[in-house]
């Protein structure tokens, strides 16, 4: 792996490095990682260059991994930052339609609103054990999103966070959270088991509605309030545990689910 450094505003064209013959253009890039041979390779103004082989590219703050000019994988590098803001990667220049996987780096607090909202080839995202709140519509529409592991520190899950995550099919809500926001999970059609830990307090309006393969959900006695349809439109879940001091939205199950009070 060769090693280089780019500054400033500095237009570099044809120098040659090792192995490596490279031009940049507008110096957005700080550094780059090349593990082949390329010809004429461009970064201009932070976008990322359509090459035929693969590129690690430092952008920002972000590292990219690239196969065949396409986005298979985000590293973040935030260095003093606690916040992750979607502005991260638009800035870069990232189609963010061909990201893959994402890895967050330990130190980040916050995963803000909209931040990965229709990264639709999403499938992997790694969110470290320092995350206590995930924004609004975080990971909403991320359809190939096929599993998330919730850090233990998580406070809160906002609304809309996992709307439309067709493809997830486990989730387990850790006990540091209080609430699971309004439509969290709405239409996650591929979730099939979810277990909500002692602690969580309070599950939103439409939480859950239309999760229609979802047939065993843990409920523990620490939750005092279940929202209006929170589990609407799920018809798998034949038969469900539910605390009995717990207070009950309007159609929160389907007719057909038993409700057993313990």
């Not at 986005?71 to 916040?83: A, F, M, P, Q």
């Not at 609304?159 to 439309?164: D, H, L, Q």
């Not at 159609?251 to 409700?259: H, S």
């Amino acid at each position: 792996m060769t090693e280089f450094i780019l500054s400033g505003n500095e237009v570099k064209g044809g120098q040659t490095l090792g192995d490596i013959n490279y031009s940049v253009t507008g110096g957005q890039a700080s550094k780059c990682d090349v593990s082949n041979e390329y010809e004429g390779v461009v970064l201009a103004n932070g976008n990322l260059p359509q090459i035929e082989h693969n590129l690690v590219v430092t952008l920002h703050d972000l590292v990219v991994t690239l196969i065949d000019g396409s986005v298979v994988k985000i590293k973040l590098d935030l260095n003093s930052s606690t916040t992750l803001e979607r502005d991260t990667f638009e800035e870069a220049g990232i189609d963010l339609e061909e990201v893959k996987e994402v890895v967050i780096p330990e130190g980040v607090k916050s995963i803000g609103e909209n931040c990965f909202y229709c990264f639709e080839s999403l499938e992997k995202v790694s969110i470290p054990s320092s995350v206590e709140t995930i924004g609004g519509y975080a990971f909403s529409y991320c359809k190939n999103l096929k599993t998330v592991k919730l850090p233990e520190a998580l406070k809160s899950i906002g609304s809309y966070c996992f709307n439309k995550c067709v493809s997830l099919d486990n989730v387990t809500i850790p006990s540091s959270v209080e609430t699971i926001g309004r439509y969290a999970f709405h239409c996650c059609n591929n979730l099939k088991t979810l277990e909500i830990r002692e602690g969580v307090k309070s599950i939103g309006e439409c939480c859950f509605l239309e999760c229609s393969s979802l047939d065993n959900a843990t409920i523990p006695p620490s939750v005092k309030t279940i929202g209006d349809k929170a589990f609407g439109g799920c018809w798998n879940l034949i038969t469900v545990k539910i605390p009995k001091g717990t207070e009950v939205g309007d159609c929160a199950f389907p007719d057909r689910t038993v409700i057993n009070r313990i």
